[in-house]
């Protein structure tokens, strides 16, 4: 049981350039969300999910893309990097019954 | 609109020395709310769960509706419970939509 996995841990960007960050849970939970972190800001919700084929819009939600084609993986698409996104991004899941399950995070950097 | 403030950026007290960090939300429904841990470079843990009413690692925390605050508490501070500590909020039953306060780092001082 690995719990939430999150891949890559680092990653360096040029601006305009997209990526993908992989999230994945082996847990069965329900509930997946992203979040970013930045200095006193606090945790921010960019997207999050209640199921398969389900998503919805958080806080921050600009210049970020999601889909969950399955229970397991929660990937967030960046599709034009900008030096505003460098930030670290955690992925967490979580169900009804309990608190989430947060994942290590991804340290992004944009130049 | 769900929102969690949390007034503090930093709270330094002495090792021995009472702790409360606080919170305060504003939310229209039924809240359900979660005190997350991150100690140094590390992931996130939840800490405290309101309604499961525990007490872990000689923390506690107890829902104010009349106030809208879940401070969270400690009579004495240790050095290892150095960190930054998040409040979050959810509704009642868990929609899946958690939101975080801005995050508190508590510095026990030996």
């Known amino acids: 049981n690995a719990g939430v996995t999150q891949t890559p841990k680092f990653q360096v960007l040029k601006t305009g350039q997209s990526m993908t960050l992989q999230c994945a849970q082996d847990m069965n939970h329900e509930y997946m969300s992203w979040y970013r972190q930045d200095p006193g800001m606090g945790l921010r919700l960019i997207h999050y999910?209640?199921?398969?084929?389900?998503?919805d819009q958080g806080e921050v939600p600009n210049g970020y893309n999601v889909s969950r084609s399955t229970t397991e993986d929660f990937p967030l698409r960046l599709l034009s990097a900008a030096p505003s996104q460098t930030s670290v991004y955690f992925c967490?899941?979580?169900?009804?019954?309990?608190?989430?399950?947060f994942g290590s995070g991804t340290r992004l950097t944009v130049v | 609109a769900q929102r969690v403030t949390q007034p503090e950026k930093l709270l330094s007290v002495f090792k021995g020395a009472p702790v409360e960090l606080k919170c305060n939300y504003s939310y229209s429904g039924s809240p359900e709310l979660f005190w997350y841990v991150q100690y140094s470079r590390q992931r996130l843990q939840l800490l405290l769960r309101?309604?499961s009413r525990e007490s872990i690692k000689g923390f506690t925390a107890d829902l104010n509706k009349g106030e809208t605050s879940f401070h969270l508490k400690k009579p004495f501070a240790q050095e290892e419970d150095s960190a930054m500590y998040y409040c979050a909020l959810t509704s009642l039953g868990n929609t899946g939509k958690l939101i975080f306060g801005q995050g508190t780092t508590l510095q026990v001082k030996p």
């Open positions: 309101h309604i």
């Open positions: 967490a899941s979580g169900t009804t019954k309990g608190g989430y399950t």
């Open positions: 999910s209640v199921g398969a084929g389900i998503t």
